[in-house]
């Protein structure tokens, strides 16, 4: 299994809407980020998929080291 490569070191902010189902890049090689574009596909990686509670602004993460994925818990700030 291929190990993830960060997209970026920040994360993404997303306007999301209630009950939307989002699928997050775990890979870090889609063109789409924070979202799959199925580039995973071979490495043994698979996108997350996340549903929205509510319409709001999120921290999809960016770097793909976060504990809380698919949503950014600082983890870019311990990055080199």
């Known amino acids: 299994m291929a190990e ?3 997209a ?3 994360p993404y902010g997303i306007d999301v809407v209630a009950g939307q189902e989002y699928w997050w ?3 870090g090689r889609s063109k ?4 799959c ?4 596909r071979g490495t043994g990686l ?12 999120v921290w ?3 770097c793909k080291s976060s504990a809380s994925k698919p949503l950014c ?3 870019h700030n311990r990055l080199r």
């Open 4 to 6: 993830p490569i960060p």
């Open 8 to 10: 970026q070191k920040s």
């Open 25 to 27: 890049c775990a890979c």
């Open 32 to 35: 789409s980020q924070p979202f």
């Open 37 to 40: 574009d199925g580039s995973h």
């Open 46 to 57: 698979a996108p997350q998929g996340w549903t929205a509670a509510k319409t709001e602004k």
């Open 60 to 62: 999809f993460c960016g």
């Open 73 to 75: 818990d600082g983890s």
